[in-house]
């Protein structure tokens, strides 16, 4: 009787060490290909109103800029944001991944998702003022150690302007957490 | 007194397991040093990981660590954390945008035509000394000086760090300095404001020898502004061969053209959109 129940405790004990690892290399795999879920409201946006096509470009893009910059951070690679950001945004996130090259340190997210709302589109359309409310998980690593690990519920304002071909990040700054 | 001791060394074990806990202060100016209070004993390792830096340093766990001033300057949310020899502690913090010093000011279009109802829009976005975009309201001064006018200002109040205006071009064409100013900033530039379509377009007829040179009176638009040279006017004759049309460019303020006329014809003006008189010609 006690063998039984130790045999099913070892068993349920090495069924979800078999879930988590299988989870963490889900999670892993997803941090790095899949581009993040962004949904984007437009209703209140003003005093331009979004164009169809504009309203369907914005959301793939801003997800291509945060893919981007996670892999740029993950892998310390300033090219990386060369897709989608310009300015001082470009500047601060290539300061940034220098930074970590210099200290040794890498930062991974695994994004779950953002909620976008456009709050301002400029009259002449050359410049919209978005709010992002993001989650993510970030793992702080160094030299390929976990420091810090911590879920976020984070809010962001973004400035995005219209390049030749897509929209590009010019601002992106975390102003506050939320509740989930 | 065994139970005593036993509780002794248990407090003493859950005193030493207490790991190394890092407190900083949960809001911060930009571009202002700080203390990082710490907690626990011996050395460790202080990270600082914010929007445009990652840092490593050595400290001693348990005593204040100081932050420089210049390592806070962009706001967004920083994590501090502390790794002592008994494991990593971190708190998170956000650095808010300091006082409102800069703008970047996007005025669209470079030339517009006189007279344009709300036709050149301006876009001030209000940032800080450390180009940190300025959320809180913030009064934003635009202000319009025409070439040889009068100055006009309006306020107008930031909202998420955005303030905006949309203004009708003048009647006079020439060069006009759009500006908007904040703290120590004062962004301007320059719209060229353009004579607009042709207004009142007359031609007249005379004879040259076999031809008839067909000419417009100086073209101006509908507030007296000359049209600019290298506007194009089309003329066009109907005759009994049919219809023929040449475009000329304005030249020194009108546009002419020497057209060979056989017979009857009725000659008729036009640029752009706008179309002006019609003369019969011959006979």
Redesign the interface.
């Given at each position: 009787m006690k063998t039984a129940a130790l045999r099913y405790s070892l068993l349920g004990v090495g069924f979800a060490v078999l879930i988590c690892a299988a989870a963490a290399m889900y999670l892993r795999a997803s941090a790095s290909g899949e581009i993040p879920r962004v949904q984007m409201n437009a209703e209140n946006v003003g005093p331009r109103q979004i164009e169809d096509l504009t309203g369907k470009s914005i959301p793939r893009d801003y997800a291509l800029a945060w893919q981007t910059m996670a892999q740029a951070l993950e892998n310390n690679r300033t090219d990386m944001l060369n897709g989608y950001f310009t300015g001082f945004e470009k500047d601060e996130l290539t300061q940034r991944v220098k930074s970590q090259i210099k200290s040794g340190l890498h930062t991974r997210y695994q994004d779950r998702g953002h909620k976008l709302e456009a709050i301002f589109y400029a009259p002449a359309g050359d410049a919209m003022q978005l709010r992002d409310r993001a989650q993510l998980d970030m793992q702080v690593l160094d030299d390929g150690k976990v420091i810090c690990e911590e879920p976020l519920n984070v809010e962001y304002v973004g400035i995005i302007s219209p390049g030749a071909d897509r929209w590009v990040v010019r601002q992106l700054q975390a102003v506050g957490t939320q509740k989930p | 007194m065994k139970t005593l001791s036993s509780f002794a060394i248990l407090l003493f074990a859950v005193l030493a397991a207490q790991g190394a806990e890092i407190h900083p202060p949960a809001q911060v100016t930009a571009g202002t040093a700080i203390t990082i209070p710490t907690s626990g004993s011996g050395d460790a390792?202080l990270?600082l990981?914010?929007?445009?830096?990652?840092?490593?340093r050595k400290v001693q766990a348990g005593s204040d660590i100081s932050v420089e001033s210049d390592q806070l300057e962009?706001?967004?949310?920083y994590?501090a954390?502390l790794?002592a020899s008994d494991g990593?502690a971190?708190s998170?913090f956000?650095v808010n945008p300091a006082a409102a010093n800069r703008l970047s000011l996007?005025v669209?279009?470079s030339r517009v035509p006189v007279g344009s109802g709300?036709g050149i829009?301006t876009?001030a976005?209000v940032f800080d000394n450390f180009?940190?975009?300025v959320?809180k309201p913030e009064p934003v001064k635009f202000s319009v000086l025409p070439k040889g006018g009068s100055e006009v200002s309006a306020d107008r109040e930031a909202?998420?760090?955005?303030a905006?205006v949309?203004l009708t071009s003048a009647k006079k064409e020439g060069p006009t300095k759009l500006g908007a100013a904040i703290g120590h900033a004062n962004e301007v530039r320059v719209v060229q404001q353009v004579a607009a379509d042709a207004c009142n377009l007359r031609i007249k007829a005379s004879r040259v020898k076999n031809n008839y040179l067909i000419e417009t009176d100086p073209v101006r638009d509908c507030s007296g502004n000359s049209v600019p040279d290298g506007t194009v006017v089309s003329f066009t004759m109907t005759d009994a061969e049919g219809k023929t049309t040449v475009d000329v460019p304005i030249k020194r303020g009108v546009a002419k053209i020497e057209m060979p006329i056989k017979g009857r014809a009725r000659v008729t003006v036009a640029s752009g959109v706008v179309t002006g008189n019609e003369l019969e010609v011959g006979g």
């Open positions: - | 390792d990270y990981v914010g929007p445009a830096s990652a840092s490593k962009h706001a967004g949310r994590v954390i790794c990593c971190s998170s956000f996007l669209h279009p709300n829009s876009v976005f180009h940190n975009l959320l909202k998420d760090g955005v905006w949309r």
